[in-house]
């Protein structure tokens, strides 16, 4: 295991569509986390599990925006009906139980809303 | 409300010292982390800390002072790879873990 991955690495869609996204955290990490990022900006906070529980989901994340980690395990960012203002970096990261411990983050899917 | 704020950029010279400063504002406290960035690439981890002080690391340095609300990240004889972005975050109640928008240090020769 070589860290956390991501796929695709690049997605390009059009208004409208339904994407969905994979991640697979480092095996032995109960943490997962999804940040959006643009240009310019750090990473923005989506929703946090601990294994397959879903403990904390951002009030900027709309409806259209729904996360699952059925068997704590790889997880799944879906945006339904996407628009424009989506295009951006979506990182995936994960860490152990212990506090203070590090994120390890994945090399993201850059999502692209044409 | 939460609110982290660090410069946006910064120049410093091939061998030279320089300082990143960070202040915040969280609702919560439990921990500072420093992650460098290079462009289109993921953030990888440098520093945490939770305690008053100052954390070293090789060339990396971070300190913490908690009733200030204020933490800097310093690099000693930098190098041309050491141009990137410099995230600092801090992890405010429970485990969101909240981002600055970075500082893009530009290492010249």
């Known amino acids: 295991d070589t860290g956390v991955s991501q796929n695709p690495r690049h997605k390009i869609t059009k208004r409208g569509q339904n994407v969905t996204f994979r991640c697979d955290p480092i095996s032995e990490h109960n943490r997962l986390y999804w940040y959006r990022q643009t240009l310019g900006q750090g990473p923005e906070f989506l929703t946090y599990?601990?294994?397959?529980?879903?403990?904390?989901k951002s009030r900027l994340l709309s409806d259209r925006f729904s996360a699952e980690r059925p068997k704590g395990s790889f997880s799944t960012l879906e945006i339904q009906r996407t628009e424009q203002g989506d295009s951006a970096m979506y990182l995936c990261?994960?860490?152990?139980?212990?506090?203070?411990?590090?994120?390890?983050f994945g090399q993201g899917t850059r999502l692209t809303v044409v | 409300g939460q609110n982290i704020d660090q410069p946006t950029e910064m120049t410093a010279t091939e061998g030279a010292i320089v300082q990143i400063n960070c202040t915040y504002q969280t609702s919560g406290f439990n921990g500072l982390f420093w992650y460098q960035q290079h462009a289109g690439e993921a953030p990888t981890f440098l520093s945490y800390?939770?305690?008053?002080g100052l954390e070293e690391k090789g060339r990396f340095s971070s300190f913490l002072s908690r009733s200030k609300g204020y933490s800097y990240l310093l690099l000693k004889e930098l190098q041309m790879k050491d141009s990137a972005s410099y995230l600092c975050?801090?992890?405010?109640?429970?485990?969101?873990?909240?981002f600055g928008a970075g500082t893009r240090l530009f290492v010249k020769a």
């Open positions: 800390n939770v305690l008053d």
């Open positions: 990261a994960s860490s152990a139980l212990q506090g203070g411990t590090e994120a390890f």
């Open positions: 599990f601990q294994n397959e529980a879903q403990l904390e």
């Open positions: 975050a801090v992890r405010a109640g429970g485990f969101k873990t909240i």
